[in-house]
């Protein structure tokens, strides 16, 4: 007999922390939006890298497709957001 580990699963913190939507804005420039939020940016550079910064405008980075940029914002955004939301 065979006992298999519980499968981890996503907390209710994580489920708690929102998601990027990505609006094209004009040819070349993405903006994200979490929770009615502004979340960051994505600008395609005339040499064709993707340029990301935070909801601060701070860089994170260039990447060398539109998909990498978003991945590699969302990670950032999850890092950067309270695992809980304070009480009032």
Excluded: Y
């Amino acid at each position: 007999m065979t006992i298999a580990a519980p499968r981890p699963t996503e907390g209710s913190a994580d489920r708690a922390r929102p998601t990027v939507a990505w609006t094209t804005i004009q040819a070349g420039l993405w903006v994200g939006n979490a929770a009615g939020e502004f979340a960051g940016m994505i600008e395609r550079s005339a040499a064709g890298e993707f340029f990301i910064t935070d909801h601060r405008a701070r860089p994170l980075g260039t990447c060398a497709t539109l998909d990498e940029a978003k991945a590699r914002h969302q990670r950032q955004f999850q890092l950067s957001q309270p695992s809980t939301k304070p009480k009032i």
